[in-house]
């Protein structure tokens, strides 16, 4: 018994060694992301190439599950329990204010400066890492919504709203049975960025004084916009129902005018067998004035875990560096149709020859703005989401279902 | 004497493991509702009952209540009405009808969910075409039918099973004396089989209720909680604030009304079934 005793005391001092001092043999960290979608070797080999360069680092790779809201719960309770067995990891773009205020990540300000971070990438995709003026995490990859209209029902991409209805209505009189608009109402994550990019298309912004604001006459006009096409016929009754599969699929088969969705949606309508492969064409989102509608910044950022040991954090940085460099970046674009994060990678001439898709998508990237960058919003987009499907439904007004929100919202930010 | 305390020797493995998987966990959801605990902002204070105050004033709480408790009565109901005639029909069956009719209840509920989803599509479901005019998951009234019609869909065999078992239980000679003595078949089944029954039904209304009350995967599947909130059940309800938002403290104060109403939903039925005896 004794003896037991003294060799699980003596296993418990080994374990507490080993957080304090670095152990002897080669630094492994460990790279936790989703997957990247198609043949893993590239990515791979990849990595391989930063470990001939850096040796004596050894990187392990750990892949999160796909739905983001799960690697979301798996972080949560992670991070929270103090877990330092991952050192690197693939954020949401929602989750960086969250998580640097709950102190999960580790201050990149120093290792990158903001400064040439913004000199380097697209203004949006650095605002969203940002929380008061430090950097706590580099941008991986983006996402971004977008319209996709079909080059035969309509003359060109229509700018504003009113050129949007227009160009529907024309299009459905000839072709009963068309949809007019589709996007994604169903009441989730995506109804936000479809409201909030209809907000911003009427010049409106979500964050005021650092705080959320939903009570805007921008808010209600963007919000009216979306409920008006509802009732008005332009977007059949079933946004009300979906996400981005359902509308994709629609579109796909050749029954709607225009669609908003993300980037994924152009590589599925130009597979061969496609009903509308060859007639559709995409553009930044509408907006009131005529100038590219913003439209909602998603993707992924790669931050350094906070509990991750300062030997390991050195190396941790390295791999971060590496991963978001500019030839990694080429990379993800040809080899994984991911949309880059720096400005130059749409000019690069590998990119404009093997993957034109991506950097003709430059003035929609351009556009592109995070949801409310703020530590509340992952809190309060729960409730958001419940307020507007409501408005979307037609269940109250836009002006009332704005008003229940703000004031949830106050509610959570007063605590 | 020596028996009694050998017996609960014996029972004390037992007794520990549930005590560890099942009490000590409802015990700690119930001091964490005592707490205001936010993971992102290192909140972790208690505060007596704060959560439960604030619950009585939420909007959000009483109707996911009404929703859930809608919902139960109504798809449980439903399933005892057809249950019943289902395992009638079954008794004269085969052993093949009874596996064949369990083939829904086989099927993971997120699979079947997801089914039902593209079944309830308003630009493609077959549902749909069948009924025009009715937006299945898009309107706020009928999205909630639309998830008791698929739970309807998919625990009626189970609860035709309990019943058929009941049926079987009941012994051959009664009938045939009622037949005997000239009973028609609605008389033999009211006054009959119907009380006999009864066990056999309270043990499926049981079971039923508590399920139903504490519904998740199918509605999460179909609509996420919308439109509107209107199929926001207090499970659906309390993961997000749990898990979503990160709220544990008010999250857990969600789960322990959850619990209470379903302790009490048992504590009635088990009531009911004691009487039986």
New interface residues.
């Given amino acids: 018994m004794k003896r037991h005793l003294l060799v699980l005391v003596a296993c418990l001092a080994c374990a507490r060694q080993g957080r304090e001092a670095q152990p002897p043999g080669p630094v492994t960290i460990v790279l936790e992301h989703q997957p990247l979608w198609g043949d893993p070797a590239a990515f791979h080999a990849s990595l391989e190439r930063f470990q001939q360069e850096n040796p004596g680092v050894v990187v392990r790779t750990q892949t999160l599950p796909n739905a983001s809201?799960v690697a979301?719960?798996m972080f949560?309770t992670a991070l929270?329990g103090g877990a330092d067995d991952f050192d690197v990891f693939a954020i949401d773009v929602v989750w960086a204010p969250?998580?640097a205020?709950?102190?999960w990540l580790a201050d990149l300000t120093s290792a990158f400066p903001p400064e040439r971070l913004r000199a380097q990438y697209l203004a949006s995709t650095i605002e969203a890492v940002t929380l008061d003026g430090k950097i706590y995490a580099v941008p991986w990859f983006l996402d971004v919504g977008l319209l996709y209209y079909r080059t035969d029902l309509v003359p060109r991409a229509p700018k504003t709203y009113a050129e949007l209805q227009s160009f529907a209505r024309a299009a459905m009189a000839r072709n009963p049975g068309l949809a007019g608009y589709l996007w994604q109402?169903?009441?989730?994550e995506g109804l936000n960025c479809n409201v909030f990019e209809a907000i911003w298309g009427h010049d409106g912004d979500l964050l005021r004084d650092g705080r959320i604001a939903l009570d805007t006459d921008a808010a209600r006009a963007g919000l009216g916009f979306l409920r008006e096409a509802i009732a008005s016929g332009l977007s059949?009754?079933?946004?009300?129902?979906?996400a981005e599969e359902?509308t994709r699929?629609?579109f796909q088969d050749g029954?709607a005018v225009f669609l908003r969705n993300w980037p994924y949606v152009w590589a599925e309508v130009q597979k061969p067998g496609s009903p509308v492969r060859g007639k559709v064409g995409f553009a930044p989102l509408p907006s009131e004035t005529g100038a590219p509608g913003p439209g909602t910044l998603g993707g992924w950022q790669l931050a350094v875990n906070a509990h991750s040991p300062p030997w390991r954090r050195r190396a941790a940085e390295k791999l971060v560096a590496f991963l978001t460099s500019g030839e990694a970046a080429v990379e993800l674009a040809l080899r994984y149709s991911r949309i880059p994060a720096r400005r130059a990678v749409y000019d690069d001439p590998r990119v404009r020859e093997g993957a034109p898709f991506i950097a003709a998508l430059l003035p929609v990237a351009l556009a592109a703005r995070p949801r409310p960058v703020t530590?509340y919003y992952?809190?309060a987009?729960?409730?958001i989401?419940?307020?507007l499907?409501?408005a979307?439904?037609g269940?109250r007004s836009p002006a009332d279902a704005l008003s229940r929100a703000q004031r949830i919202v106050d509610h959570l930010e007063s605590? | 004497m020596k028996a009694r305390s050998q017996a609960a020797l014996l029972a004390a493995p037992a007794m520990a493991i549930l005590a560890g998987v099942a009490v000590l966990p409802v015990l700690a959801a119930i001091w964490l509702s005592l707490h205001r605990s936010i993971l992102v902002f290192h909140e972790e204070r208690f505060i007596g009952i704060a959560n439960f105050r604030f619950l009585f004033s939420d909007g959000r709480f009483w109707s996911a209540l009404g929703t859930t408790a809608y919902f139960t009565a109504v798809a449980v109901a439903a399933e005892l009405l057809i249950g019943l005639p289902v395992a009638m029909l079954l008794q004269r069956g085969g052993g093949f009808f009874r596996a064949a009719i369990l083939l829904p209840w086989a099927i993971p509920t997120a699979v079947s969910a997801r089914m039902w989803a593209w079944l309830f599509n308003a630009d493609y479901g077959l549902l749909h075409r069948l009924l025009p005019g009715v937006d299945w998951l898009g309107s706020p009234r009928t999205a909630l039918h639309a998830a008791i019609l698929v739970d309807v869909w998919k625990t009626t065999p189970f609860v035709a099973l309990i019943l058929l078992a009941g049926l079987s239980a009941i012994p051959g000679d009664v009938v045939k004396a009622a037949r005997v003595d000239g009973a028609r078949p609605a008389r033999i089944f009211f006054s009959i089989t119907l009380p006999l029954l009864r066990p056999a039904i309270l043990l499926a209304l049981l079971f039923r209720s508590l399920d139903a009350f504490r519904v998740f995967d199918a509605i999460y599947v179909l609509t996420e909680g919308g439109p509107a909130n209107a199929t926001e059940t207090l499970s659906i309800y309390a993961y997000k604030t749990l898990l979503r938002s990160g709220d544990f403290g008010y999250g857990s104060a969600l789960s322990v009304a959850t619990f209470a109403c379903v302790l009490g939903i048992g504590l009635v039925f088990l009531r009911f079934l004691g009487r039986e005896r």
């Fill in positions: 809201d979301r719960e949560l929270e969250e998580f205020r709950a102190g109402g169903r009441q989730y059949p009754r079933s946004v009300v129902a979906s359902e699929r629609a029954r530590p992952a809190l987009s729960d409730s989401q419940g307020e499907s409501g979307v439904a269940l605590r």
